[in-house]
Each structure stands twice: as structure tokens, then as C-alpha cells.
């Protein structure tokens, strides 16, 4: 049975993380908050026999094995350092840092220390987005040529924290929203990005110099261009992925969520189809993975190297829209 200390008593860990570790029959053995009070509160509101204020004592007191990191992201770095250099596994919340030479400082350690290393992008695990990898890589829509990501949505009121003032944190939208657009356009294209041109918005809820919305244009390596639209404000939209090529699309609706559901709809010249979809929390099929890949089997869904991806790019679009200028995107590996 793997072991869990939680760094960060974090809304995600509550609503979702926490559940999924237990559903793969992890024991959570301690939380760490930098409040006493809240820390033994969230502890108790979750079952969770040790709560604790300070990294060291999550990492030596009480035996771990892994640990999940799902505090505010400028504080990630050092958590992870810390973490890999006690040898525990991480699985680290995205973006991984607010800069990539932190990140990458993050995954040279994990290698380091031979610990597994993991990047919570949770979309990777959606029935949604890997039935259109399939898809495309048994060749139903010919040549991939264009995609569209459709992922603005409403900030719930108990976010609009952090995220909408605190740039020193990676707030805003870009951090929060499109390192996974990224990642899940990596993954379901199985191509990297190169170059972005972006622009963002203030359109009601951000705060000081983050942006609340952002739209863009990536382009991959094989030539793809996709386009994301990203937002906190966007209260009555749908959200979507489609992928366009010369034989087909894919048309993937209300897939952009942490919940498992959404529908994908395959469309060429023989007509329309719906494709199959096997839902499953994906949440827990990222947790299963971590721990297989931790007990020696596989990889998890996504590593460091993919955090460094998706963050890359979140750092070239926040460029872009400020400069005006095309950004390259490159994570340095
Ligand atoms: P929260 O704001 O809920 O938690 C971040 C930190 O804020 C916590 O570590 C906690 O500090 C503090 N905090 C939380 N709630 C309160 C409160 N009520 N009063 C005072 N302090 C509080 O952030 P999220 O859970 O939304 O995000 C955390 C991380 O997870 C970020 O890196 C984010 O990008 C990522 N994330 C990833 C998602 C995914 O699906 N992969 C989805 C959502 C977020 P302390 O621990 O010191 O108590």
C-alpha cells in the first residue's frame, strides 16, 4: 500500500485527489498547511490522522511514500526539491513552477534522487481525449491539420482567490487554463508545440496585471495550427476540443472537465458516428498509474518532462500577449 502526506490542504485535494488516492487503496497519513487551525480542521474533515505545518515534518515524522503537491504554485519548487531529496515520490500539481529554470530544477532532482515524478494534468486520463488519440493514430481523420480548444468557462466564487490577484503565485488564466489545453493537445496529437501568438483580456474578475482570458494560436511541429480560447468570465459556454484533418474531424464536446463525461463525434465522407467511451474518474486513473509506476510498472499518465511542456507553453503565451511578437516554445530537453 503506497503511503501519501499531503503538502497544500488545497480545495483540489478535497474535491477530488484525496478520494482518488483511497479509491486505489492509498492510506493519506498527513497534511501539511501553514495554518495550525485549518490544517487540524482538514484533517479531521477528511479522515486524516496527522496534520502538521511544517515540510519536515510531513517528510521525516510520520513514514510516506509519495507525497501530493497542491499548494499555490510559486511554492511548489521548493516542496518538491525537498521532497525528492527524502525520497519520496511526487506527484506535483501543474503548472509545476512560475518559471521553467524552477521546473527544471524540479525534474533534474526527482531523476536525481530516482523518485517517480508526475504533473496532475488530469485530462490525459479522459475517455474523451484518449479515444481521439486513438483515433487519429489509427488514421480516421487523415492528416491532423488544424484543432480548437474551447475551454472558457466561470470561475466558481470559492476560486476566486489567488488566481485572479496574485501574480507572484501564477495566478490568472493562462497558468490555470492553458497548460492543460497544451497538454492535452500534445497528447491527443502526439506533436509538440513550436511557436504561439496569443492575447488576453481583463474582463471583469482579474486583478492586477493577470489576465482572466486568453485566446491563441499554437503551432506544432508538424505543421497544425490550433487554436485556444481560455477564461475564468465565461459563464454560459461550452467547452470543446476538435482536431481537423484531411480525411475527417473529431468533434469532442463537454471534454474539457474534470468530471468523466463528454461526448466525441466522428464525422467523413461515410457519415457521422459517435465513438465508444469507457468513463472513468480521471482522477483515479491517474493515481493508478502513478502508484503502478512507482511499484515499476509503466510511467505516469503525465511526467516532469510534460509539465515542462505544457508550462513552456503557458510561459511563451503570457509573452506573446504581452509583446505582440510570436513566442518559440521551448522547454529545453
Ligand atoms: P486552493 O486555493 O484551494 O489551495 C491552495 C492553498 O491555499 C492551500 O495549500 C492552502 O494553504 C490555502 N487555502 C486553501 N483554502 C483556504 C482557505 N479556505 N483559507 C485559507 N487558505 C486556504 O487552490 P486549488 O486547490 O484550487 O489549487 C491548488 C493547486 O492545484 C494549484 O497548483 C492549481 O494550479 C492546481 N489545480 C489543479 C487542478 C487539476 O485538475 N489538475 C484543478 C485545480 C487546481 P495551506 O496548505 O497552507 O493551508
Given at each position: 500500500m503506497i503511503r501519501w502526506g499531503l503538502i497544500g490542504a488545497s480545495t483540489i485535494a478535497h474535491e477530488w485527489v484525496i478520494d482518488a488516492i483511497r479509491a486505489n487503496g492509498g492510506e493519506i497519513v498527513s497534511v501539511m498547511s501553514a495554518n495550525a487551525e485549518r490544517g487540524a480542521k482538514y484533517a479531521a474533515d477528511h479522515g486524516i490522522a496527522h496534520s502538521v505545518t511544517a515540510l519536515d515534518e510531513?517528510?521525516?515524522?510520520?513514514?510516506?511514500?509519495?507525497?501530493?503537491?497542491?499548494?499555490?504554485?510559486?511554492?511548489?519548487?521548493?516542496?518538491?526539491?525537498?521532497?525528492?531529496?527524502?525520497?519520496?515520490?511526487?506527484?506535483?500539481?501543474?503548472?509545476?513552477?512560475?518559471?521553467?529554470?524552477?521546473?527544471k530544477a524540479m525534474v533534474a532532482a526527482c531523476k536525481a534522487a530516482n523518485v517517480v515524478f508526475a504533473t496532475n494534468h488530469h485530462l490525459r486520463n479522459a475517455a474523451t481525449h484518449t479515444a481521439m488519440r486513438d483515433a487519429i493514430a489509427a488514421g480516421?481523420?487523415?492528416?491532423?491539420?488544424?484543432?480548437?480548444?474551447?475551454?472558457?468557462?466561470?470561475?466558481?466564487?470559492?476560486?476566486?482567490?489567488?488566481?485572479?490577484?496574485?501574480?507572484?503565485?501564477?495566478?490568472?488564466?493562462?497558468?490555470?487554463?492553458?497548460?492543460?489545453?497544451?497538454?492535452?493537445?500534445?497528447?491527443?496529437?502526439g506533436d509538440d508545440p513550436v511557436e504561439v501568438i496569443a492575447s488576453t483580456q481583463q474582463s471583469g474578475l482579474a486583478k492586477a496585471d493577470l489576465a482572466d482570458a486568453v485566446m491563441g494560436?499554437?503551432?506544432?511541429?508538424?505543421?497544425?495550427?490550433?487554436?485556444?480560447?481560455?477564461?475564468?468570465?465565461?459563464?454560459?459556454?461550452?467547452?470543446?476540443?476538435?482536431?481537423?484533418?484531411?480525411?475527417?474531424?473529431?468533434?469532442?464536446?463537454?471534454?474539457?472537465s474534470q468530471k468523466p463525461v463528454g461526448i466525441v463525434t466522428l464525422r467523413n465522407a461515410d457519415g457521422e458516428f459517435e465513438l465508444k467511451l469507457d468513463h472513468q474518474n480521471l482522477y483515479e486513473t491517474g493515481i493508478a498509474k502513478f502508484h503502478a509506476a512507482i511499484a515499476g510498472n509503466g510511467k505516469p499518465a503525465a511526467d516532469g518532462e510534460d509539465g515542462l511542456w505544457s508550462l513552456a507553453a503557458?510561459?511563451?503565451v503570457a509573452e506573446a500577449a504581452k509583446t505582440g511578437v510570436t513566442q518559440p516554445i521551448d522547454p529545453g530537453l
Open positions: 510531513l517528510l521525516s515524522g510520520q513514514p510516506i511514500d509519495a507525497v501530493y503537491i497542491s499548494t499555490t504554485n510559486e511554492l511548489h519548487k521548493d516542496q518538491v526539491l525537498a521532497s525528492a531529496k527524502a525520497g519520496k515520490h511526487v506527484l506535483c500539481e501543474k503548472p509545476l513552477a512560475t518559471s521553467l529554470d524552477d521546473a480516421k481523420i487523415g492528416k491532423p491539420l488544424a484543432a480548437r480548444v474551447f475551454h472558457a468557462v466561470y470561475l466558481p466564487p470559492h476560486l476566486q482567490g489567488w488566481r485572479l490577484d496574485r501574480p507572484d503565485a501564477g495566478g490568472g488564466v493562462i497558468l490555470d487554463i492553458t497548460v492543460h489545453d497544451t497538454d492535452t493537445l500534445r497528447y491527443v496529437l494560436i499554437m503551432r506544432f511541429k508538424s505543421g497544425l495550427i490550433a487554436m485556444f480560447h481560455d477564461g475564468f468570465t465565461t459563464k454560459y459556454a461550452d467547452t470543446g476540443f476538435e482536431v481537423h484533418g484531411t480525411e475527417g474531424s473529431l468533434v469532442g464536446r463537454n471534454v474539457m503557458g510561459l511563451a
